[in-house]
C-alpha cells in the first residue's frame, strides 16, 4: 500500500525523538524533531533575525533561483541544440565547456561579488553556472541521441534543417533535456543557498536566514531551515517533472 513508503521516514523520527529525550543525541549538536518543529514555528512568527520571516527569506530565494535557472535554460538549450548538430560548432565550442565545468560554482563566489556586488546579480550569476552545465550537457546528449532514422525520413519529405531542429531533434531530445533541467536545478539551489551564506545586501535569503541563526547558536532553526529547503527543492522538482509530463504529452 501507498503509506507503508511513510513507514521507514516516521520509525526513523520516532528513534531519533526517543534517542534525543534519552540524552543520547545532545541537542546542541542535532535537535530533536520536537526542537526542529518549535524552530519552524519561531521562523514563521517571530523570523531570523526577528521580524524578517519564513515567506519572506522564501521569496527571496525563489526569485534569485528564478532569475539564474532561467538565464541557464536560455542559454544552455539553444547553444546544447547547436552543439548536438553541428559536429564542426561542437569542436570548437566543447574544449571551452570541459574548462570551465569542473570549477565549482562556489569557487567563483569572489568574482561574482566582484563583477555584480553583494546582491541578487551575483546569487543568480552563482545558480546560472550552477545549472547551466548539466542543461547544456544533457541538451546535447538528447540530441545527438536521436535515431538518424528520423532524420532521414524527414529529409525525403523535403524538410530543411529549422524544421528538422522543431519538428525532430527537440521533440525527440526533450526528455533527456528536461532530466538536465532537474539535475540543473538541483545543482543550482544548492549553489544559491550556499552563495547567500557570503552576505546578501538586502538581509533575506534561506542561506542568510541559516547564517544568522549559526551566529546565535539557534541550531533547532539552522536545522528547520534545512528541512525547509528540502521540501521546497522537492516541490520545485516535482513542478519540473509535471510540467516536463505536460510539454512532452502536448509537443
Same mark, same amino acid.
Given at each position: 500500500?501507498?503509506?507503508t513508503r511513510f513507514?521507514?521516514?516516521?520509525?526513523?523520527?520516532?528513534?531519533?525523538?526517543?534517542?534525543?529525550?534519552?540524552?543520547?543525541?545532545?541537542?546542541?549538536?542535532?535537535?530533536?524533531?520536537?526542537?526542529?518543529?518549535?524552530?519552524?514555528?519561531?521562523?514563521i512568527?517571530?523570523?531570523?533575525?526577528?521580524?524578517?520571516?519564513?515567506?519572506?527569506?522564501?521569496?527571496?530565494?525563489?526569485?534569485?533561483?528564478?532569475?539564474?535557472?532561467?538565464?541557464?535554460?536560455?542559454?544552455?538549450?539553444?547553444?546544447?541544440?547547436?552543439?548536438?548538430?553541428?559536429?564542426r560548432?561542437?569542436?570548437?565550442?566543447?574544449?571551452?565547456?570541459?574548462?570551465?565545468?569542473?570549477?565549482?560554482?562556489?569557487?567563483?563566489i569572489?568574482?561574482?561579488?566582484?563583477?555584480?556586488?553583494?546582491?541578487?546579480?551575483?546569487a543568480?550569476?552563482?545558480i546560472?553556472?550552477?545549472?547551466?552545465?548539466p542543461?547544456?550537457?544533457?541538451?546535447?546528449?538528447?540530441?545527438?541521441?536521436?535515431?538518424?532514422l528520423?532524420?532521414?525520413?524527414?529529409?525525403?519529405?523535403?524538410?530543411?534543417?529549422?524544421?528538422?531542429?522543431?519538428?525532430?531533434?527537440?521533440?525527440?531530445?526533450?526528455p533527456?533535456? @528536461? *532530466? #538536465?533541467?532537474?539535475?540543473?536545478? %538541483?545543482? $543550482?539551489? &544548492?549553489?544559491?543557498? +550556499?552563495?547567500? @551564506? *557570503? #552576505?546578501?545586501?538586502?538581509g533575506? %535569503?534561506? $542561506?542568510? &536566514?541559516?547564517?544568522? +541563526?549559526?551566529?546565535?547558536?539557534?541550531?533547532?532553526?539552522?536545522?528547520?531551515?534545512?528541512?525547509?529547503?528540502?521540501?521546497?527543492?522537492?516541490?520545485?522538482d516535482?513542478?519540473?517533472?509535471?510540467?516536463?509530463?505536460?510539454?512532452?504529452?502536448?509537443?
Open positions: 500500500m501507498k503509506w513507514l521507514p521516514p516516521l520509525v526513523s523520527i520516532g528513534v531519533w525523538q526517543g534517542l534525543s529525550s534519552l540524552g543520547i543525541i545532545p541537542a546542541y549538536k542535532l535537535p530533536s524533531p520536537v526542537e526542529i518543529a518549535q524552530g519552524v514555528r519561531d521562523l512568527v517571530v523570523g531570523m533575525p526577528p521580524g524578517r520571516f519564513l515567506y519572506e527569506h522564501i521569496i527571496y530565494s525563489l526569485y534569485r533561483v528564478f532569475l539564474g535557472f532561467s538565464a541557464a535554460a536560455l542559454i544552455a538549450i539553444p547553444l546544447g541544440v547547436f552543439m548536438g548538430i553541428s559536429k560548432f561542437r569542436g570548437i565550442v566543447d574544449p571551452l565547456v570541459e574548462i570551465i565545468r569542473p570549477i565549482p560554482p562556489l569557487a567563483w569572489p568574482i561574482a561579488i566582484l563583477w555584480f556586488g553583494i546582491g541578487n546579480g551575483s543568480g550569476f552563482i546560472f553556472l550552477g545549472a547551466f552545465f542543461i547544456l550537457l544533457s541538451t546535447v546528449s538528447g540530441v545527438m541521441s536521436v535515431d538518424k528520423l532524420v532521414d525520413v524527414a529529409y525525403t519529405l523535403n524538410a530543411d534543417q529549422t524544421q528538422i531542429c522543431i519538428k525532430v531533434l527537440i521533440p525527440a531530445a526533450l533527456t533535456i @528536461f *532530466t #538536465g533541467m532537474r539535475i540543473g536545478m %538541483g545543482v $543550482g539551489w &544548492m549553489s544559491l543557498v +550556499a552563495a547567500e @551564506f *557570503t #552576505g546578501v545586501k538586502d533575506l %535569503g534561506l $542561506g542568510y &536566514m541559516i547564517m544568522t +541563526a549559526r551566529d546565535i547558536q539557534r541550531p533547532d532553526e539552522i536545522v528547520a531551515g534545512m528541512l525547509v529547503i528540502g521540501l521546497i527543492g522537492m516541490c520545485i516535482f513542478g519540473l517533472r509535471c510540467i516536463r509530463t505536460m510539454v512532452i504529452h502536448n509537443y
